[in-house]
């Protein structure tokens, strides 16, 4: 199986559209792989919060549209990162968007754990309540957002209900950068899963993001991993060693809670 995680430069110099017609360009670019993989709140950067509002859009709104088209056209399972959804009721969410190879929508995850303590997306927006999987020919994935990768409730949660890849789009800050990454090792080798981490590049609204996209197998190895730039990381891997790790070493059949 081939992953694509296109790590995106988020900066206050481009706007909106013209970055959602870029990012849709670079997904048609990736037509060969299997899965391409887009950071969290990639359209606003999650720490501009003074943008979520403005910038907020229905779920089938301007970049449903263009990451619908755009997995279609390169006949590829997107998971377009998340946008700042607007429900009818008026509430914001951080809703991530999983595209199938057709362009259809396969699933919508409005992330649980929402970052920020007394202020920014945890006063801004509403938390989501269910846990979302998505069944790929090769694998199933498991979703998640940025801040949730330091529940690791919630990624047992995915794997009871069949997870084996775990994505994970993020707007991650480098000050915490070695979080990321020992974060993201924790979550591959306690759930024997893959873990696909995007995160963004660049700085939005004064905070250096940590960039360093990285994919790790059910052993905790980081098969790949991106520099702090915009780039584009590629990676084949084997969604079979998911059920080799865990017959060859059998943990989650000895949890107790």
């Known amino acids: 199986m081939r992953?694509?995680?296109?790590?995106?430069?988020?900066?206050?110099?481009?706007?909106?559209?013209?970055?959602?017609?870029?990012?849709a360009a670079l997904v048609r670019d990736r037509a060969g792989s299997d899965l391409v993989v887009l950071?969290?709140?990639?359209?606003?950067?999650a720490f501009a919060y003074e943008d979520f509002g403005s910038e907020a859009e229905p779920l089938e709104g301007p970049t449903y549209e263009a990451m619908a088209k755009a997995a279609s056209?390169?006949?590829?399972?997107?998971?377009?990162?998340?946008?700042?959804?607007?429900?009818?009721?008026?509430?914001?969410?951080?809703?991530?968007?999983?595209?199938?190879?057709?362009g259809d929508l396969a699933a919508a995850y409005r992330k649980i754990h929402r970052f920020g303590f007394d202020k920014g997306e945890a006063v801004l927006m509403g938390?989501?309540?269910?846990?979302?999987?998505?069944?790929?020919?090769?694998?199933?994935?498991?979703?998640?957002?940025?801040y949730d990768l330091r529940f690791p409730e919630l990624f047992r949660g995915l794997v009871d209900a069949g997870a084996e890849t775990l994505v994970v789009p993020a707007g991650w800050p480098e000050r915490r950068r070695g979080h990321w990454t020992l974060l993201a090792?924790?979550?591959?080798?306690?759930n024997q899963a893959f873990v696909l981490a995007?995160?963004?590049?660049?700085?939005?609204?004064?905070?250096?993001q940590a960039g360093h996209s990285i994919v790790?197998?059910?052993?905790?190895?980081?098969l790949a991993e991106a520099?702090?730039?915009?780039?584009?990381?590629?990676?084949?891997?084997?969604?079979?060693?998911?059920?080799?790790?865990?017959?060859?070493?059998?943990a989650l059949k000895d949890r107790v809670l």
Do not use: M
């Open 3 to 23: 992953a694509s995680l296109i790590q995106i430069a988020v900066g206050e110099g481009e706007s909106v559209g013209s970055r959602r017609r870029r990012v």
């Open 39 to 45: 950071p969290e709140l990639w359209t606003t950067g």
């Open 73 to 102: 056209d390169a006949g590829v399972w997107l998971h377009a990162g998340s946008i700042p959804e607007r429900d009818p009721d008026g509430s914001l969410y951080n809703t991530s968007l999983v595209f199938s190879p057709s």
């Open 127 to 146: 938390a989501g309540r269910e846990l979302v999987t998505v069944r790929l020919p090769q694998t199933v994935l498991g979703v998640a957002t940025c």
């Open 185 to 190: 090792q924790a979550r591959a080798v306690e």
């Open 198 to 208: 995007c995160g963004t590049a660049g700085t939005h609204a004064g905070v250096p």
């Open 216 to 222: 790790v197998d059910p052993w905790g190895e980081v």
């Open 227 to 250: 520099g702090a730039d915009e780039e584009i990381l590629t990676v084949d891997f084997d969604p079979g060693k998911v059920a080799t790790t865990r017959e060859q070493f059998p």
